[in-house]
């Protein structure tokens, strides 16, 4: 399942690197919560992760 997830390619380059790291950075932690939701963790180690996602996508507006 995780093989079809979607992950960070060189077509998605702005030329901007801030904002490509950024981009970047969202990508893995989508990733992260996506595989952390599909087994038994702990409430507050998916917390983090999806904590993370929000930071970086309000960082970028």
Known sequence: MV???????DEYYLGNEKIDLQHQRFFALTL???RLSNRHIYKTELKKSINGV???YEKSF
């Open 3 to 9: 093989n079809n997830f979607p992950s960070w390619s």
């Open 54 to 56: 929000i930071f970086i």
């Open 32 to 34: 992260e919560v996506f």
